[in-house]
C-alpha cells in the first residue's frame, strides 16, 4: 500500500506544496480522519477521477476499474496496456493511479486484493500479513523493468499518518519502480519537498516520486466507460 509516513517537518514541507500546486476549495486543504470504507462515488465521476491521473494520450485508451461493495470491478479494458483505477492505501485516502503494464502485471493484483480483503472485513493487520505472505510466496511481484505510474490528478490524498489515519492534499506527480529502494539510495532525506523521494522505501512496491506542476493539458473531456475517446 502506497503510504507517506511524515514527519512534523516533513509534513509541513507536503502541506505548503500542496497550497501552491493545488487549486483546491480551502477546506479541502485541511486533514481528513480515517473512515471504516472508503466512501461511496458515482460510477461516471470515480471513472474520470481515475482517468484524472493519466496523461490525456494514455487516459484514451487505458483500462479502468471502479470499486464497489466486494472489491474493483473493470468496466472498460485496456487498449494500450495501462490502468486506471483510485487507490485507497486507507479507506479515506483517496490516490488516483494509471499504471503502465508493468504496474498492471505487479502493482495492480496487490491492490485489488487488498480492497477484497477490506471488503470482507479484514483487518488492516490481517491484510499487511496476507501482503507480506503473498510476497514471499510469489503471488504478488516486484516490478522486473523500470516503468512509470502517473499520478496527475489535482485530488490526490495520500497517507500523512497510517497509524492515525490522516490523509492530506498532494501534489500532481510521476512515479518510477524502485523495488526495495531506499531514501537513502537516491540521496534523499525523504521529503517531499525535495525533487524526488521514495514511498513505501524498502518493499517490493517502493516507488520514486517526482512532483510535477499542474500544466494544461490535464483535463480528459470524455472519460466514460465505452464513450467516445
Known sequence: MKTFNLSPTRFCLLALAAQM???????????????????AMDEQREVALA???????VANKAAVYVLDK????????????????VQHSLPNSQEPRCMDAEGTRTHLPRLLKVAELRAQGRSPEEIKRFVADAFAKGIFQAPTRPGVDYMLSTENLVTVDEAKGIVAPFPPHVMFYGPYLTNADLGSDGSPGGPAFVAAEGTPHALIIVPVGVHAGLGHPDQRPGGSQ
Not at 21 to 39: D, F, G, H, I, K
Open 21 to 39: 500546486v493545488l487549486s483546491a476549495p480551502a477546506e479541502a486543504q485541511s486533514m481528513q480522519t480515517p473512515s471504516s470504507e472508503p466512501p
Open 51 to 57: 482517468l484524472s491521473a493519466c496523461p490525456p494520450s
Open 70 to 85: 466486494a472489491g474493483y470491478v473493470k468496466v472498460r479494458d485496456s487498449e494500450n496496456g495501462f490502468t486506471a483505477i
